[in-house]
């Protein structure tokens, strides 16, 4: 499977799904299935959107075994403007506990990152 095949699964997707407008995202959705990869895999649609929409550590997303049992990640966006892509770190499932002090560290590096990119592009 490819990426665009697991995005519903994986932290690095639904950061992406969660940056596009309505209509992007309702195409991604009509053109792929919701591969259930774990029994964690959200694999309907509406629950899918109601998740990412409030994901409690915006605009980090999350997968929590959702894509591989025993691995975690969290995501945050990386932007030019518009979205560009997402960075991200996966953990061992025990290692959960961190993935707040993970955020809490992607986010000023996708800032800086994204800076850099405005200025390169």
Known sequence: MGFEDTA?????????LREMDADARKDYLSRHHLADLTPRTITDPPE??????????APAVTDLEEY???????AVPVYNG??????GVSLPVDRAARLEEIRARLLPTASRVS???????
């Open 68 to 74: 591989a049992l025993g691995t975690v990640y969290v």
């Open 115 to 121: 800076r850099r990119l405005s200025l390169t592009i």
């Open 82 to 87: 518009d979205t560009l892509g997402s960075l």
């Open 48 to 57: 899918l959107l109601r998740r990412i929409d409030s994901s409690p550590v």
């Open 8 to 16: 519903h699964a994986t932290a690095l997707g639904k950061s992406v």
